[in-house]
């Protein structure tokens, strides 16, 4: 569990939830009834390297296209209200990071706008639905995926990786500010070596029925 940071935001009122991926770390841990400035509760927060992640390693290092498309094929017809909230997340990320932010009150400095990725979006969107529809929250997927596993299922090949989720908020605006009030979901975003992003966005019929997924790379 070395080398990992998980960061999860709970606001019980509203039904929102934020968590973001990647290899946990301690002193990023906080207690489930913590509250935050918008009334929520942290859990941990997360990012992971293909060096440090033993499962990347044991995958392939590329994915046949075919078996790309089959993958991902149940996420290539998508709402176009869902196509566009997740335009707008990406917007509002490179933002943000084209502003500096501070993190946990730590300075991050402008860093460079992330660019758009299809098989991020790929993984992105399928962890998405797959909360929505098994309604649960979680980085550890319905079949027992990690973030980590998906993104390499989707056929991406990274030096380092991120995932950021959360549930229940409404709109772009709201979970982007959402992760940016989380330290690790904010350093997710700040930090300037991840290049690459996808987003998923998915509105369900129970649980929080709002579910969005963010999945950064670095090739």
């Given at each position: 569990m070395k080398n990992i940071t998980l960061s999860l935001l709970l606001v019980m009122?509203?039904?929102?939830?934020?968590?973001?991926?990647?290899?946990?770390?301690?002193?990023?841990?906080?207690?489930?009834?913590?509250a935050d400035e918008i009334g929520g509760a942290l859990g941990e927060a997360l990012e992971t390297t293909a060096a440090d992640d033993e499962n990347a390693k044991a995958l392939p290092q590329e994915a046949d296209t075919a078996d790309l498309?089959?993958?991902?094929?149940?996420?290539?017809?998508?709402?176009?209200?869902?196509?566009?909230?997740e335009a707008q997340v990406l917007t509002l990320v490179n933002q943000k990071r084209a502003a500096g932010a501070s993190c946990g009150g730590v300075a991050y400095p402008p860093a460079p706008p992330l660019v758009a990725e299809e098989r991020l979006r790929c993984a992105a969107r399928k962890h998405s639905k797959d909360m929505g529809v098994k309604n649960f929250f979680s980085h550890t997927g319905s079949n027992g995926s990690t973030p980590w596993a998906r993104i390499k299922s989707a056929g991406y090949t990274y030096k380092s990786a991120a995932e950021n989720i959360a549930a229940g908020y409404a709109t772009p605006t709201a979970v982007v500010n959402g992760?940016?009030?989380?330290?690790?979901?904010?350093?997710n975003i700040m930090n300037a070596s991840l290049k690459q992003i996808g987003v998923g966005y998915y509105q369900g019929t129970t649980g929080y029925k709002k579910y969005w997924t963010q999945d950064f790379g670095t090739p």
């Open positions: 009122g509203s039904l929102t939830v934020i968590g973001c991926g990647g290899p946990m770390e301690a002193e990023d841990e906080y207690a489930d009834d913590s498309v089959a993958w991902c094929d149940d996420i290539l017809t998508w709402d176009q209200a869902w196509v566009d909230y992760w940016m009030t989380s330290t690790g979901h904010c350093k």
